[in-house]
């Protein structure tokens, strides 16, 4: 009996992967910015950076703002000129920003 059980289960193993190769292939979202950044930070890059709309409400934006953050911060093994993006993207979406902003 365990046998035939073990049998099955094979074959619907096989099954499955074959019926998973011969799916049509999908087109794959692309979850971050992947672009280079703009000497001058605008707001439509800084949504992007934080992976929400420009017309997002502020707490919405320190909301994505702490998500980006813990992925990238220096203390966890980020990189600080990304760090220092994201934080200048979060200042431009409120409204804080000053200058060219990035200390890089």
């Known amino acids: ?46 949504a992007l950076i934080l992976g929400i709309r420009e017309s997002t409400p502020s707490d919405k934006v320190k909301e994505a703002h702490r998500r980006v953050m813990v992925a990238n911060h220096p203390d966890a093994g980020g990189s600080h000129y990304l760090a220092s993006k994201i934080n200048e993207a979060k200042d431009m979406l409120l409204g804080k920003a000053k200058g060219s902003g990035s200390a890089f």
């Open 1 to 46: 009996m365990a046998i035939a059980a073990a049998a099955y289960a094979g074959r619907y193993g096989i099954q499955a992967w074959q019926a998973f190769k011969a799916r049509p292939p999908t087109a794959r979202m692309r979850r971050f910015y992947e672009g280079g950044f703009q000497p001058v930070m605008t707001r439509r890059e800084a």
